[in-house]
Nanobody
Framework: VQLQASGGGLVQAGGALRLSCAASGSIARINIMGWYRQAPGKQRELVATVTSSGSTRYADSVKGRFTISRDNVKSTVSLQMNTLKPEDTAVYYC?????????WGQGTQVTVSS
């Protein structure tokens, strides 16, 4: 299974970006898809996830600003990021859980300037 992410970049504080990720390969059923991020010197942290039934989970720091969505037919997940803050700067990783394994994409850089 491969995860291909796109959509990172440089944006000013208050701006918006949209990340997308497509899963490919031998996929029977993707239980969970989502996004994690890792800032320099910090541990990787959950940003948002969505189950195959549509249940979502968000980090407190992004609630109300980020929206995760998923297309089960196309095996894609997207993250709409609004009102970005400098503290959102990180490498964002696409994630998929296909029981019993975790899969990670290559990471895409998001930089928010103040």
């Amino acid at each position: 299974v491969q995860l291909q992410a796109s959509g990172g970049g440089l944006v000013q504080a208050g701006g918006a970006l949209r990340l997308s990720c497509a899963a490919s390969g031998s996929i029977a059923r993707i239980n969970i898809m989502g996004w994690y991020r890792q800032a320099p010197g910090k541990q990787r942290e959950l940003v948002a996830t969505v189950t195959s039934s549509g249940s979502t989970r968000y980090a407190d720091s992004v609630k109300g600003r980020f929206t995760i969505s998923r297309d089960n037919v196309k095996s894609t997940v997207s993250l709409q990021m609004n009102t970005l803050k400098p503290e959102d700067t990180a490498v964002y990783y696409c994630y998929a859980y296909i029981q019993p394994y975790d899969y990670w994409g290559q990471g895409t850089q998001v930089t928010v300037s103040s």
